[in-house]
């Protein structure tokens, strides 16, 4: 495990301070700087040493180092701000060739393209696009996509959401689309202190692991992600005040119903019929 160069570079707090950087609201960035919860975080990773990591949003590359040190195979990392640049490129120089940097908006990235078979996903995720990234990857692994794993970092309020059950009161879209394609467990909490600059809100890291098994028996997850739309865009209201038009009978439903009490599965037959 080639290792060597990373650990030799100064501390990130250290290199942020030397380049003249503070972390940027507008991308909604608070850096990791504890070596303790990064390095958790790295290997809560499955099969790190054998797989190419995807981390968006690295920042001065405290994870990133992280994911380095834990014996990542490639890291890929994708940063839509420049201003870190001189931080990173020193990270990419004492990598061994293991780490690539993007310097792109991760939302307009095709990670398709990157020419890799199969990758997991590591990320602190910014707070202004983590739900939006999750969904478009929990919808690019049900449309054959080979990620692996993903393991993320979000406001633990929506980590809660992401790993609802039906009735929940956090139960919505990110619950009903998770538990269609993966098996999405939270790993550990955060507290608002390991950040810089410090959050209101508290953190939890998800682990979301795709399921084959699920993922064959989904027909068609874009068809699931507008009627979960549909129906959690108006959450408070009976589904027959939504679409009045339906024989909810069909589906073994009174039409009473609201969307948090319909299981995902329900969504997904749902879909087949009504989009």
Do not use: H
Request: contains cysteine; charged residues 25%; proline residues 5%.
């Amino acid at each position: 495990m080639k290792t060597a160069g990373v650990q030799s570079l100064p501390p990130v707090s250290e290199m942020m301070r030397s380049a003249g950087l503070e972390p940027k609201k507008q991308f909604g960035q608070n850096f990791l700087f504890d070596l303790n919860l990064t390095g958790r975080i790295a290997r809560s990773v499955p099969n790190i040493e054998n797989v190419t990591v995807v981390e968006v949003g690295p920042g001065p590359g405290g994870l990133t180092r992280a994911l380095l040190l834990a014996g990542a195979k490639q890291v890929i990392a994708i940063e839509k701000d420049k201003t870190t640049r001189s931080i990173l490129d020193k990270i990419v120089d004492a990598s061994d060739g293991r780490l690539t940097v993007i310097y792109d908006d991760a939302l307009k990235v095709d990670l398709s393209k990157l020419g890799v078979k199969e990758y997991a996903i590591c990320s602190n995720l910014p707070y202004n696009v983590g739900t939006e990234l999750l969904t478009r990857w929990l919808v690019r692994v049900a449309n054959g996509d080979t990620i692996s794993s993903m393991t993320l970092m979000f406001q633990r309020e929506v980590a809660q959401r992401i790993t609802a059950c039906c009735g929940d009161v956090q139960y919505g879209r990110l619950a009903v689309l998770a538990s269609l394609v993966a098996d999405a467990k939270i790993l550990f909490n955060v507290p608002n202190t390991a950040f810089v600059p410090k959050p209101k809100v508290q953190s939890a890291v998800v682990s979301v692991i795709p399921n084959k098994e699920k993922i064959r028996k989904i027909k068609d997850i874009n068809k699931i992600e507008k009627i979960t739309a549909k129906l959690f865009g108006q959450r408070r209201k009976m589904i027959r005040s939504i679409m009045p038009d339906v024989d909810w009978t069909k589906y073994g439903l009174s039409g009473t119903e609201r969307a948090e009490n319909l299981k995902p599965e329900v969504f997904a037959n749902l879909a087949l019929d009504l989009v």
